[in-house]
């Protein structure tokens, strides 16, 4: 595993905002994979979510479908972020080649019962290492299991912090809750949610 850069260290200026984004969500992803750091998992999920759901809908899935791969997507980014590796691709090149794979596994198993599996078609192509981190659709399955485990107000809040963006302030004042009861729910469902993926 590599040695993750600290994304809050200062760095020189760089004159490349689009190359300082990338240095920034690389070294995120590498904080995650070193530590679990949910803060850094949340500004990854933060950044990422809603452009995986854009990205999947312009390939023509539906809304309801891309919102719920691109949670995949982002649990496994979760899950699996030890197998990334800087050297090999970039933060977004390897979460939008598990999302684009994400997809196409969704269209192989809407189409199983018509699927002939010796048809050299339907045989995927040889995967590149980045795609080590796609797990079997049964494990998939599990994982939408767990996810259907939270209430729908803990997923209502996990929406509006994570896909929606809004700040625990904004959440609080949406919900009518208190700021401190909005952070210590959000940290709960986090911790639930991350101890059911910890026993699939």
Not at 8 to 26: C, I, Q, V, W, Y
Not at 145 to 163: P, V
Request: a positive charge; glycine letters at 4%.
């Amino acid at each position: 595993m590599q040695t993750p850069a600290d994304p809050d260290k200062p760095r020189e200026p760089n004159t490349d905002p689009a190359a300082e984004l990338r240095r920034r969500m690389s070294a995120l992803l590498l904080k995650v994979a070193a530590t679990a750091d949910e803060a850094a998992f949340k500004e990854l999920f933060d950044h990422f979510a809603p452009r995986v759901k854009a990205y999947l809908m312009r390939l023509g899935t539906t809304p309801g479908q891309a919102e719920d791969l691109a949670q995949d997507v982002m649990v496994t980014v979760w899950r699996k972020a030890s197998l990334f590796d800087e050297r090999q691709a970039s933060a977004s090149t390897w979460i939008f080649t598990i999302a684009r794979n994400r997809r196409i596994d969704a269209i192989r198993r809407a189409k199983r019962p018509e699927i002939d599996p010796n048809d050299p078609l339907f045989v995927p192509d040889p995967e590149p290492q980045a795609d080590a981190v796609l797990v079997s659709a049964e494990r998939e399955d599990r994982l939408r299991a767990a996810m259907a485990k939270l209430t729908n107000e803990q997923r209502a809040l996990l929406a509006q912090a994570f896909y929606d963006g809004k700040s625990h302030s904004e959440i609080a004042a949406a919900t009518n809750l208190p700021l401190g009861t909005v952070k210590s729910r959000l940290r709960n469902i986090f911790g639930k949610l991350r101890g059911m993926l910890s026993e699939l």
